[in-house]
C-alpha cells in the first residue's frame, strides 16, 4: 500500500469533536456532508485546502474522545489517504482500521504543513519528498494491510466470507 500526498500539520490532541463537531454529528449519517466540515474547528476552511491524498499529521494523542467511528470515516470521507501522529487513542486507532482509514504512528516532528510525503504502508517507511528524508516507522501487522487493502474490516469480512488471518 503505497500512498502520496501533501501535509496537513496539527497539534497533541486532537479529539474526534475537533475532527468533526457534535454539531453536526448528530444532523446526518452521511458521510459525504460531515467529510465538509472535518477538522473545521481548528482550520476552518480545511476542506477547502485539501486534494484528494493529502494527509492529517499531528502530535500526541490523536483521535482522543468518543468512540464514534464518524471521526475515522470523515477524514476518509474528505479523500484523506491517511493520518500519522506520533500517538493514537486507542479505540480510534482500531475505528481507523476498521473503516479502512490507515494510521500510522511516528515521529512527526520532521513533517512540514505542505510538505510531499509518500508512505509506504508495508515497508514502514514515509518518504518526506519536500526535505529528501526517509523515515522509518514500524509497519502494520500484515492482517491490519490487508484489512485497509480490502477497504475496512466490514469488506474485508465479506471478502474472505469471515476474518482471515
Not at 496537513?8 to 448528530?26: A, E, M, P, Q, R
Not at 479523500?79 to 490507515?102: D, E, H, Y
Not at 505542505?114 to 508495508?122: E, H, I, S, T
Request: hydrophobic share 40%.
Amino acid at each position: 500500500m503505497l500512498l502520496r500526498g501533501k501535509a496537513h500539520k496539527f497539534s497533541d490532541n486532537v479529539n474526534t469533536d475537533y475532527i468533526i463537531s457534535g454539531k453536526y454529528k448528530f444532523k446526518t449519517l452521511n458521510m459525504n456532508e460531515l467529510a465538509k466540515h472535518v477538522m473545521e474547528d481548528l482550520d476552518p476552511d480545511f476542506y477547502s485546502k485539501i486534494e484528494k491524498g493529502d494527509f492529517i499529521v499531528a502530535g500526541q494523542n490523536f483521535g482522543s474522545g468518543s468512540s464514534r467511528e464518524q471521526a475515522p470515516l470523515a477524514i476518509k470521507h474528505a479523500n484523506i489517504s491517511g493520518v500519522l501522529a506520533k500517538s493514537f487513542a486507542r479505540i480510534f486507532f482500531r475505528n481507523a482500521i476498521n473503516t479502512g482509514l490507515p494510521v500510522i504512528e511516528c515521529d512527526t516532528d520532521k513533517i512540514d504543513k505542505g510538505d510531499k510525503l509518500r508512505v509506504d504502508m508495508a515497508k514502514g517507511k514515509i518518504i518526506n519528498e519536500t526535505k529528501n528524508l526517509t523515515l522509518d516507522v514500524n509497519p502494520l501487522p500484515s492482517v491490519m494491510i490487508e484489512i485497509l487493502n480490502d477497504g475496512g474490516l466490514a469488506k474485508h469480512f465479506k471478502k474472505n466470507k469471515g476474518f482471515k488471518i
